[in-house]
T-cell receptor, first 112, second 113 residues
Framework: QQQVKQSPQSLIVQKGGISIINCAYENTAFDYFPWYQQFPGKGPALLIAIRPDVSEKKEGRFTISFNKSAKQFSLHIMDSQPGDSATYFCAASSGGSYIPTFGRGTSLIVHP | KAGVTQTPRYLIKTRGQQVTLSCSPISGHRSVSWYQQTPGQGLQFLFEYFSETQRNKGNFPGRFSGRQFSNSRSEMNVSTLELGDSALYLC????????????FGPGTRLTVL
């Protein structure tokens, strides 16, 4: 059972555009929602994370929007750059289980 | 601070063999988690160790095992390798538990022939 559904599977954006990746979860006990960025040959690296007590968090060009009632959260990459080309994973975890559940990943390509 | 390190980075084995992978967490981190990453299944949680004890376990067969040492370094072992075990094995460390911010190593690429 996939508890975190991520879309789209792949995304192609022009330089300067906005990249949007969406995730939906089922378990209402989840209370921590990180996003990871993974480059080929590297392990995932934490990009930005949010807890459900806020609806939005922004760090530089990266913004997480969180909709608790819809059980959805999304990553927005503003002014996308070719260096942002990577695979992005959303994840969710709860303080009770400590086991994070990952989305399937989104392969982002930013064309120059 | 040094990041999470994993050895070896690449490994080629044949079916039926066993393999041991090693992970050194970030200094001060006591929780170490292991993941299997494949194109078909994505990132799947294997197990988590804290203070030398397995605290959580994912849905993998008993051929997959691990341990943690007193210095928080961890090893995972896969016995009787199958072709389907070919994957990138990632180790992640965090301060207290896998629900905290996790920092991943570069992974070990295992190929089973």
């Amino acid at each position: 059972q996939q508890q975190v559904k991520q879309s789209p599977q792949s995304l192609i954006v022009q330089k300067g555009g906005i990249s949007i990746i969406n995730c939906a979860y089922e378990n209402t006990a989840f209370d921590y929602f990180p996003w990871y960025q993974q480059f080929p040959g590297k392990g995932p690296a934490l990009l930005i994370a949010i807890r459900p007590d806020v609806s939005e968090k922004k760090e530089g060009r990266f913004t997480i929007s969180f909709n608790k009632s819809a059980k959805q959260f999304s990553l927005h990459i503003m002014d996308s750059q070719p260096g942002d080309s990577a695979t992005y994973f959303c994840a969710a975890s709860s303080g009770g289980s400590y086991i994070p559940t990952f989305g399937r990943g989104t392969s982002l390509i930013v064309h120059p | 601070k040094a990041g999470v390190t994993q050895t070896p980075r690449y490994l080629i084995k044949t079916r039926g063999q066993q393999v041991t992978l090693s992970c050194s967490p970030i200094s001060g981190h006591r929780s170490v988690s292991w993941y299997q990453q494949t194109p078909g299944q994505g990132l799947q949680f294997l197990f988590e160790y804290f203070s030398e004890t397995q605290r959580n376990k994912g849905n993998f067969p008993g051929r997959f095992s691990g341990r943690q040492f007193s210095n928080s370094r961890s090893e995972m072992n896969v016995s009787t390798l199958e072709l389907g075990d070919s994957a990138l094995y990632l180790c992640a460390s965090s301060l207290w538990n896998s629900g905290d911010t996790q920092y991943f190593g570069p992974g070990t690429r295992l190929t089973v022939l």
